[in-house]
Each structure stands twice: as C-alpha cells, then as structure tokens.
C-alpha cells in the first residue's frame, strides 16, 4: 500500500517539474524577438536600461512594430523622435541581459 503512495507522489512531482517548466519564459528567444521587432539589429543605434524601461534610438523609428512589442507583453511605449521608451516591466532584467550578450 505505501508503495501506491510513493509512486503517485513523485508522479505528482514530475507533472509539477513539467508544469513549472513549461511556463518559463525562454528570455534569450524573448530578447531576439524584441531586436526583430525594431527593426533588426542595423536598426538599433544605442540602448539603455533604466530599471523596468528599456530606451533605445533607431535609425529608422517606422521599422519598429510597436503593436508587435506590445503584444509581446510591454507594458507601454513612448516615441519621441528616432526614440522609444519600452516599459517592459518585470522581465527587464533578464531581457537586457541577453539583449548586451547579442551587440
């Protein structure tokens, strides 16, 4: 009978590891979708972070896909000339650092 247990148990634990996996975010994809949707990598002149905002100046603002961006979570954005202020929110961190591992 304890053997039952013991084997539903880590049942339930393989299915929560699968689970728990599954939803993670994979940021690396996440950072060279969000180059793409600026417009590429030639597109982006500089970058900077500042806490949840990313800020970036392009080339050509009329490349970026800005309903693209916000569909892939970014809380807002700003254009102000070749410039766009992205409020990506909690996933910023992780974001920026594959964002600096692609330059």
């Known amino acids: 009978m304890r053997i039952e247990y013991l084997i539903i148990i880590i049942v339930c634990l393989i299915i929560a590891i699968a689970i728990?996996?599954?939803?993670?975010?994979?940021?690396?994809?996440?950072?060279n979708k969000l180059i793409m949707l600026l417009g590429g990598k030639d597109n982006v002149i500089n970058y900077e972070?500042?806490?949840?905002?990313?800020?970036?100046?392009?080339?050509?603002?009329?490349?970026?896909?800005?309903?693209?961006?916000?569909?892939?979570?970014?809380q807002g954005i700003v254009e102000i000339d070749n410039q766009l202020?992205?409020?990506?929110?909690?996933?910023?961190?992780?974001?920026?650092?594959?964002i600096n591992e692609l330059r």
């Open 20 to 31: 728990t996996r599954s939803k993670k975010k994979d940021f690396k994809l996440e950072a």
């Open 49 to 74: 972070f500042n806490k949840s905002r990313f800020i970036v100046n392009l080339k050509d603002v009329s490349k970026a896909n800005k309903e693209g961006i916000q569909k892939m979570g970014a």
């Open 85 to 98: 202020k992205i409020i990506l929110g909690p996933n910023a961190k992780q974001i920026k650092k594959h």
